[in-house]
């Protein structure tokens, strides 16, 4: 197929997305790609888990794979002009209570890499309880995500990529069951010849609503993906304490499987603000469609992701007190959000062709570690759509794959988002 007939539409401009074409449009400078989303790319709010204030870039993994992806996000971001000024190579300070410090170690040491030690005391204060072993990394850090997203979205728009701002009710089909495009909740059909769902939380509701339309059950994720939620929160330092924190490294409270999720803390922002995210993430199980139950966002063009109740609430203050104890405790809670992505039962991304179409492929499930392989994540989707994806990885990232049990994965969502909202706060 020449460049100029080539075709994509990618739904979905996070990070996912917009490296996926980012990387097509290097290779295909003639191709047709289209990026569609619900929300402007340099829009002041979006729903995209890709958006957002700052987020952790490591490539302290005890996953071999995701290990070597991260020293190859790495690299990409101290070196290349397009993302290096978003990159802040902070440092990370793990507490971790398992192995995993040792695994991270044994991988850097596989891959022939080194880490490089520092820790500056910010932690003194913090919950040290049943922590077996703490890795210290100089190398890792963290970015402006949204600056980030934006900057590079804007880049390829000028090297040829479409955009277009909608909302995708369902897939379309032709005559043999083939994926040639989406149409929109107006209306409008949008067409290609490869269609890649890089859709996050909305990626089960899209395709039950594409199920349904098309008779195509085989087309529904089942438990292949469950939408989570997760609080985040932030604080405003005062000019006297911003000095002090302000080169500080990204915290880490790791727990065992059957404690829950990992608790981070990231270094101030420009506008002096320091971020957290907490230990509960849920899920929100609905009925999508008559006798269709699946867990997916709330509904409304911004998922609800600014209403925070006092549960929520909670969640930020105990991430804040078991980093920084009495440190922290007259710190004001200034900003809320609640973040959505989409997860496997495992953590392991879907990158993959849909088994029940020819033409349409799926590249998401970011578990909430996805954003840190932004500039190289593409490669991998490119790879696939073209065949050429390493064996290991097309098992591991495969659409049919053998479901793993999600109580063995800390981040997998345990609870009910109906849950985290008893005494609503009327006043958000």
């Known amino acids: 197929m020449s460049s100029s007939s080539r075709s994509y539409i990618i739904v979905g401009a996070g990070v996912f997305g917009v490296s996926t074409a980012y990387y097509l449009i290097k290779k295909y400078p003639d191709a047709s790609i289209t990026l569609v989303d619900r929300d402007a790319y340099d829009a002041d709010s979006r729903v995209a888990a890709s958006w957002d204030w700052n987020k952790v870039v490591r490539a302290d993994y005890d996953d071999i794979v995701y290990c070597h992806m991260g020293l190859e996000a ?56 049943d922590v077996k072993e703490v890795l210290i990394n100089k190398t890792s850090g963290w970015a402006a995500a949204g600056d980030c997203l934006v900057a590079v979205t804007r880049a390829i728009l000028d090297m040829g990529v479409k955009y277009v701002t909608a909302e995708v009710n369902n897939l379309v089909f032709d005559g043999s069951g083939q994926c040639t495009g989406v149409r929109t909740v107006k209306g409008d059909i949008i067409k290609a010849s490869h269609t890649i769902l890089s859709t996050g939380a909305y990626t089960s509701k899209l395709l039950e609503h594409s199920a349904r339309s098309s008779g195509n059950s085989g087309l529904q994720a089942g438990s292949r993906i469950v939408a989570g939620g997760i609080t985040t929160g932030m604080t405003k330092l005062s000019d006297e304490l911003y000095p002090k924190y302000a080169k500080m490294p990204v915290g880490v409270q790791g727990y065992r499987a059957e404690q829950g999720p ?11 603000e320091l971020k957290w995210w907490g230990q509960t993430i849920f899920r929100n199980t609905q009925e999508v469609l008559p006798g269709r139950f699946i867990s997916m966002p709330p509904s409304g063009s911004d998922y609800k992701q600014w209403d925070i109740s006092p549960k929520m609430r909670q969640d930020i203050d105990h991430a804040n007190n078991v980093f920084y104890g009495n440190r922290g405790k007259t710190w004001k809670m200034e900003k809320h959000r609640v973040c959505w992505d989409a997860f496997t039962s495992n953590g392991d991304f879907i990158i993959s062709p849909h088994s029940a179409s020819k ?14 392989f932004f500039p190289v994540v593409g490669k991998y989707v490119v790879q696939m759509l073209e065949g050429d994806l390493p064996d290991n990885l ?9 479901q793993t049990d999600p109580a063995l994965f800390p981040d997998h969502p345990r609870i009910e988002m109906k849950d985290m909202l008893e005494q609503r706060d009327s006043r958000l």
Request: with cysteine; net charge negative; aromatic share 18%.
């Open 394 to 402: 097309v098992q591991k990232w495969a659409w049919d794959r053998e």
């Open 359 to 372: 033409g349409l492929y799926v590249a998401t499930c970011g578990n909430f570690h996805g954003w840190k």
């Open 74 to 129: 790495q690299d990409i971001f101290e070196s290349d002009p397009l993302w290096q000024p978003y990159f802040h190579q902070t440092g990370i300070y793990w507490m971790c209570r398992t192995d995993y410090a040792q695994d991270v170690i044994d991988n850097y040491q596989k891959l022939g890499r080194k880490s490089d030690l520092m820790y500056g005391g910010l932690f003194d204060d913090a919950d040290y309880t």
């Open 262 to 272: 990992f608790i981070g803390s990231l270094p101030p922002t420009k506008d002096k």
